[in-house]
């Protein structure tokens, strides 16, 4: 059977791959282990979080499925970060997993072009170093010219709980041995990952009278832009909050060496964002108690996730320090919770579209590329995906930049630097972060989405309509004043607002700390006209403006930078202040471009400065 797109495996990454190739219009197939298990979340049934919030507005806003699936399933909404600056604001959804699952399943089911087979992938059909299909455990050969490696956890999957081990991708799923061996066998460089979730408890043996409620905020936010604000009204459940005490911590400390994690047996690298339960207590010992979120999996809220206390400890040791915690003396475990290990590919090993460099035609995506989370995967699996169609299509590549996303600075971090551990995305790891907000994704993204047709004409329509409105309101803003007239100073003080002395800029007034839109509609009624999220933009730039301005001039600052050419005959070696290892991947690849040189992995913002400036003073000498 011949296909454009092959994508192995039906998880977050292989979801967003398959449905963005299938709907630029090429023929994909997703193969998966289990049909019912595509779109599964293999550990908290939360999307989002701070600055995985960003990652699911950009997948949105470029026309990806991961934020209209969250609001579909959502059983709560919440904005981490709410009283900090916009840039570091985080929005996070807590969903229904099997209703998840089951919307992601339908979704992938009725997608024009894409078709889904259950079969377990156990080797790639590669000649001369170009993909052409891959070879089922059935021996089903399908062909394609490009295939994309979505296995996440399951390459070489090996579960421990205790001093038990178990071949698996996650609990009672089959590990995908042949491929993680053919894998090792083209040459890819791959390494060794851990990661580990909590205890499933029963929610009838819990009680949440004892513990601190957490609930959504009101009115909850949706996640997409394609969602109508004004009508999105799902009925919330709460989590639930309580702490590991002295007890708890003896426990697992009397158990240290029962431990997977401490006796040796489990050699992956772990999260270090996200650490077990006997991580923390081993390494904050002088803490008293740590949090538990207590999050409901359902709606029906039969099963709780036990988020902070993921572990791979023996199973009567889970059970004893679970109900050691207050309000769950009483807990039943449904679920154990453990550990997998699992093969990565290094992501050095790829280009900025996800395609291997040592194999054409062959992409990889997700966890495989030794990140993290949900949002991680679906951002890269839409990357590869988009990436995979336009090359069918005989088109230019997609890569976006560390000024216009956050999907840029993860793809760029992942295959300039490598990861030595899971990489999980941080507001601080985007240096234009100001720029790259949350409430900016769909003006920042939907001409792509809407130029790589995935999004649709009366979305991208919609923004534009926005962007008009906010720049119509800025402009007034920013060339009208404010003048101290008795009326207008009552008026001020009616809003607890300082007043003004002289002549004021509309832009200087609404830029204060504390305006939000009542005031602004109490002093410029005017602006009633405009919906929720244009006046949200309207008290950002007029609040950061100045900072906005400045990350701007070093964004363009950085793009004639990364213009500048490097001369054929370049010395590196004289260059002081760049590493040796540096001037020799450079000496190697010599790039014509500095941006060449940023592309090269290893090669720091830093160095290409310096390099930069002694371009410069080679250019002044040889002018004189
Ligand atoms: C136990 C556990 C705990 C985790 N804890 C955290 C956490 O605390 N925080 C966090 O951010 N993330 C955590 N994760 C990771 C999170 O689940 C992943 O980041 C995310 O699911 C990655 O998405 P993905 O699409 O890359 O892979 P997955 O969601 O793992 O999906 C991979 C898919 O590939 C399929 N597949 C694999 N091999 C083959 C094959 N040979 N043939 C056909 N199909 C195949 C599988 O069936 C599966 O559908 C955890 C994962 C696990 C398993």
């Known amino acids: 059977m011949n296909y454009d797109v092959i994508v192995i495996g039906g998880g977050h990454a292989g979801i967003e791959a398959s449905l963005a190739a299938a709907r630029m219009g090429v023929k994909t197939l997703l193969i998966t282990i289990l049909a019912e298990q595509i779109g599964a979340s293999s550990c908290n049934p939360a999307i989002g979080g701070l600055a995985k919030g960003h990652l699911v507005k950009e997948i949105d806003a470029l026309g990806g499925e991961m934020g209209l699936a969250t609001d579909a399933t959502g059983l709560q909404f919440r904005t981490l970060n709410a009283s900090k600056g916009p840039a570091v604001r985080g929005s996070r959804a807590q969903i229904d997993m099997d209703r998840y699952r089951i919307y992601m399943r339908e979704v992938v089911l009725n997608t024009e072009n894409l078709e889904v087979k259950q079969e377990i992938v156990a080797g790639l059909i590669v000649e001369n170093r170009t993909a052409k299909g891959v070879e089922t455990q059935l021996g089903n050969r399908y ?52 990661t580990g979730t909590c205890a499933r408890i029963d929610g009838k043996s819990i009680d949440f009278e004892v513990m601190e409620v957490q609930g959504g905020d009101e009115p909850p936010i949706p996640f997409s832009f394609r969602t109508d604000r004004a009508t999105f009204h799902p009925e919330q459940l709460p989590c639930h909050v309580t702490y590991t005490n002295e007890e708890t911590h003896t426990i697992i400390e009397s158990n240290f060496d029962r431990a997977p994690l401490f006796s040796g047996q489990i050699e992956g690298v772990g999260p270090r964002y996200c650490p077990s339960i006997e991580d923390k207590v081993n390494r904050f010992r002088e803490r008293p108690r740590h949090q538990i979120f207590v999050e409901p999996q359902t709606r029906e809220a039969t099963e709780y996730y036990i988020n902070g206390m993921s572990t791979s400890l023996p199973t009567d040791v889970q059970l004893d320090m679970i109900r050691s915690v207050e309000g769950m003396e009483e807990a039943k475990i449904v679920r154990y919770g453990y550990a997998i290990e699992y093969d990565f590919v290094q992501p050095t090993d790829l280009a900025h579209t996800l395609e291997t460099k040592a194999i054409d035609g062959l992409y990889c995506a997700g966890q495989i590329n030794g990140t993290t989370g949900y949002e991680e995967a679906a951002a890269q699996g839409l990357m590869a995906g988009i990436n995979a169609a336009l090359t069918i299509q005989g088109k230019e590549p997609f890569v976006l930049g560390r000024d ?26 985007a240096e234009y972060r100001l720029l790259l907000r949350e409430d900016n994704a769909d003006l920042r993204l939907s001409h792509y989405g809407r130029r790589l047709g995935l999004l649709d004409e009366v979305y991208a329509q919609k923004v534009e309509q926005k962007k008009a409105a906010i720049q119509e309101g800025l402009l007034f803003l920013r060339e009208n004043y404010a003048t101290p007239t008795k009326a207008f100073l009552s008026q001020l003080e009616a809003i607890g607002q300082m007043k003004i002395n002289d002549k004021t800029c509309w832009m200087d007034i609404i830029g204060r700390g504390d305006f939000d839109r009542e005031k602004l509609i109490a002093i410029l009624p005017e602006f009633d006209r405009y919906d929720v999220d244009v006046i949200e933009q309207l008290l950002v730039e007029a609040k ?66 310096i390099i930069h400036i002694y371009i410069k003073m080679r250019q002044k000498t040889t002018a004189e």
């Open 143 to 194: 062909q394609a010219p490009k295939v994309i490696i979505a296995a996440g956890t399951f390459l070489d999957g090996t579960i421990h709980i205790g001093d038990k081990q178990q071949k698996a991708g996650r609990q009672g799923e089959f590990a995908s041995i042949e491929l993680a061996e053919y894998l090792r066998s083209l040459g890819l460089t791959i390494g060794r990952l851990k």
């Open 404 to 429: 216009e996303a956050y999907i840029g600075v993860l793809i760029d971090d992942l295959v300039t630097k490598g990861t030595k551990e899971p990489y999980r995305m941080f507001t601080s790891r």
């Open 544 to 609: 950061y403006s100045r900072y906005i301005e400045k990350q701007q001039q070093q964004i363009n600052k950085m793009h004639e930078m990364l213009k500048v050419k490097i001369p054929e005959d370049f010395a590196y070696e004289n260059v002081s202040g760049v590493s040796n290892e540096i001037v020799e991947k450079l000496q190697k690849a010599t790039p014509p471009t500095l941006f060449g040189a940023s592309q090269i992995s290893g090669v720091t913002p830093a160095a290409l400065e």
